[in-house]
């Protein structure tokens, strides 16, 4: 058999069934959760002007480095990217529509970043999230920390781990950022030429390197939380208090800060102790109060978090849990008679709501009922030159073998339904 000639880009991959499958359950499971709690879906463009993005920071290797851009057909072009994260494209659409606050929405879809594909990360990735904005409140945060702790409970996941850290307002970062800034440069022959690099641009970033000669200088590097004012110090503290009040475990990051410079306040990470410490985070978020003001919107605070697909999978992979994967079909129609009753046959049992699939190319008995049990059909409804002479059907339960019956033609639906119902 030879090659095709063509395969899909570096960094992404076709998904099939059952992969397919559970990423659209997992997706469905996230929106049944987040609408229960208020929140509506929205669907933004896949591109966007590039300038939203650069929204997120100069800094940040996701602007830096990672963005996929390019120009229109436009006279003159405009200079588009494609999104490499959706909290950007959340709030340039509140600022362009001025809904009413709070403005609570979900969403799901693809995000491109240019960067070293790895375990559970692909350029072309996955992410399911939610944002509320237009509220200061700590008890937004707090439900959105447990939007998050309820999907992953819902799939069945039980050794995720909550981190929290506040990043504090700007007088606390600019405080912090001075101290901190200080430091690494007293220390900075310690430092990878990564992070030294990273240090001449935003020192906060350092902080998130993972590399093992890096952690000696972070491990004793100060923290955020000694830099808070009263206001950010009360509103983390009343964060604390309300996940305790609903029994919510979480361990305190002090050097949590996440990947984007636009984060302030109340910061989280979802992490598993299932995958291996350096692919280990299945998703996370902040408050980012000063991105929609940025995007041209009016003073506008807001919280959300992103959750990984992709990486939540291999957690549950590694926990062995929402790996079945049951069949979309439960009944195969085999026509030994031309296909042409297939045709009705299917017709009326999929306007009953039941799963129904067939064979074509005029197949045989024998490979007609491979593909039925290759199909994991439960239920055969089978026409050979007998049944048709009779005006009836054969139907048999694929999973037990306990033989056949043939019943009216008519009574198709009627007899399907019934066996479903009482088939397990």
Known sequence: M???????????????????????????????????????????????DVSVFQRIGASTDIVTKELFEFNDKGNPPQRLALRPELTAGVCRAFAQHRPTVPWKVWYHGPQFRYERPQSGRYRQFMQVGAETLGSDDPHADV?????????????????????????????????????????LQQRSTELTEQSLATLGVN??????????????????????TDFLTEESAAHFQEVQDCLDG?????????????????YTRTTFEFVTDSLAAAQNAVGGGGRYDGLVESLGGPSTPGIGLALGV?????????????????????????DTVGGSQAVGLCDRLRRAGISTDRAFDRRS???????????????????????????????????SHAGQQKIPEADTVKTVKRLLSTLS
Do not use: W
């Open 143 to 183: 439900e959105m920390i447990g939007l998050g702790l309820s999907f992953y409970e819902a799939v069945g996941l039980r050794r995720v781990r909550l981190l929290l850290n506040s990043l504090g307002d700007v007088e606390s970062r600019s405080a912090y950022r001075y101290a901190l800034t200080r430091y």
């Open 246 to 262: 609903l029994d919510v475990s979480y361990e305190l990051a002090p050097r949590l800060v996440r990947g984007l410079d636009y």
């Open 203 to 224: 020192p906060l970033r350092v902080l998130d390197s993972k590399r093992p000669a890096d952690q000696p200088v972070i491990s004793e590097a100060p923290v955020m």
């Open 310 to 334: 992709d990486r939540t999978l291999l957690a549950c992979e590694a926990e062995g849990v929402l790996a079945e994967v049951s069949s979309a079909v439960r009944v195969f129609v085999v």
């Open 2 to 48: 030879s090659k095709s000639l063509f395969r899909s880009p570096r960094g992404t991959r076709d998904i099939l069934a059952p992969e397919s499958t559970r990423r659209h359950q997992l997706v469905n499971r996230f929106g049944e959760i987040a609408e229960r709690s208020g929140f509506g879906l929205l669907e933004s463009p896949i591109f966007e």
């Open 365 to 399: 008995m024998k490979a007609q009922m491979k593909l039925a049990d290759r199909s994991e059909a439960r239920i055969a409804v089978i026409v050979g030159p007998d049944e048709q002479s009779e005006g009836v059907v054969s139907v048999r339960d694929l999973r």
